[in-house]
């Protein structure tokens, strides 16, 4: 980004992330490195709807706003349908981020950068109206874009025939290997249509942003620069405590509601190997009695288990479900 910025002494970096906590806690991350920066100050934006439902808030030094998704109650819960969310945050979603840009720069706290999350491809055009610099983030890693770039290309259709695959830079596809999107494709192309749509305009793009570092991905990522030269990597987006420790007592991941130091004490004092894991992430949406089928399979298991049920899906499991399990966290 220092290219067309370089000469302004204070630079304002807006950071917006897809309301999912895999899409806000990386970009959380980048952006307490980015604000470490001479020069810099960054503004966290997030829909009301997150905002609200983000038990723990980012660190004082980053500032948060917020902009409309048209559900600011309940977000995704409270569309009950993904693609009504989606449909209705693309109409709102530009127009409340261009107010907000307007009341920032009413305020002298002018907006010179947008990094947007890939997600949410309308925001570039924002960018551009306002004339500042929009660089797309790509929170998924280098191999996944690749092969998503390729379906853009028309090069990859789904639903997958072949049994071996065959992608620039990638090692040899099996059909076992893509992504869940293109086996349900026929049946609720909304995952796959998101994840695709991201690249719909990313060549305008001033910068490319990926959630990778060199070594990890080297073969497609030179690849990638080739194809798109403002390209970089900025990974890996983690706590700075795992990284080269400038930032004091950086420790903690994103925006997480986890009990960290509960579960990792439970987690302590059970066997190698005991435990299973369950989640299903920010965006799914488990019917009812989907829920109550695995909840009696991990009662009936016979393992201890870490369940992560959002706060909005508790009332779906079974009545004194946490109280009749004690191999439960």
Request: proline content about 5%.
């Amino acid at each position: 980004m220092e290219n067309k910025i370089i000469s302004t002494k204070s630079v304002h970096c807006l950071v917006l992330p897809f309301p999912a906590h895999g899409h806000t806690n990386p970009m959380l991350e980048f952006s307490k490195r980015l604000q470490q920066r001479e020069g810099v100050k960054v503004t966290l934006v997030t829909t009301i709807s997150n905002y609200n439902n983000i038990p723990k808030l980012p660190p004082n030094s980053i500032t948060v706003e917020t902009i409309s998704d048209g559900f600011d109650k309940g977000g995704v819960a409270e569309a009950k349908d993904f693609i009504i969310y989606l449909n209705k945050f693309w109409q709102v979603g530009p127009q409340s981020l261009a107010h907000l840009i307007n009341n920032l720069n009413a305020r002298n706290d002018h907006v010179d950068c947008l990094i947007y999350d890939s997600f949410m491809p309308w925001c570039l055009d924002v960018a551009k109206k306002f004339g500042i610099v929009g660089a797309s983030f790509l929170t998924q890693n280098l191999a996944m874009n690749s092969i998503y770039y390729h379906v853009h290309l028309g090069k990859l259709k789904p639903p997958f025939a072949e049994q071996e695959i065959s992608l620039p830079a990638l090692p040899q596809l099996q059909h076992r290997d893509m992504p869940c999107f293109y086996f349900t494709y026929e049946e609720d192309p909304t995952f796959l249509d998101l994840v695709v749509a991201q690249f719909s305009n990313i060549h305008k793009a001033d910068w490319i942003l990926c959630n990778s570092f060199f070594e990890l991905e080297k073969e497609v990522a030179v690849w990638t620069m080739k194809t798109w030269s403002n390209f970089r990597t900025i990974g890996p987006c983690l706590p700075n405590t795992f990284l080269d420790k400038q930032i004091k007592d950086d420790e903690d991941y994103g925006v997480a509601q986890l009990k960290s130091d509960e579960c990792l004490d439970w987690l302590n004092n059970k066997p190698k190997r005991s435990v299973v894991y369950v989640s299903f992430g920010s965006m799914a949406r488990v019917k009812e009695e989907q829920i109550k089928e695995v909840a009696y399979c991990l009662k009936d298991c016979g393992s201890y288990f870490l369940w992560i049920v959002r706060t909005s899906e508790e009332t779906k499991l079974p009545k004194d479900f946490e109280k009749k399990n004690q191999r439960m966290a």
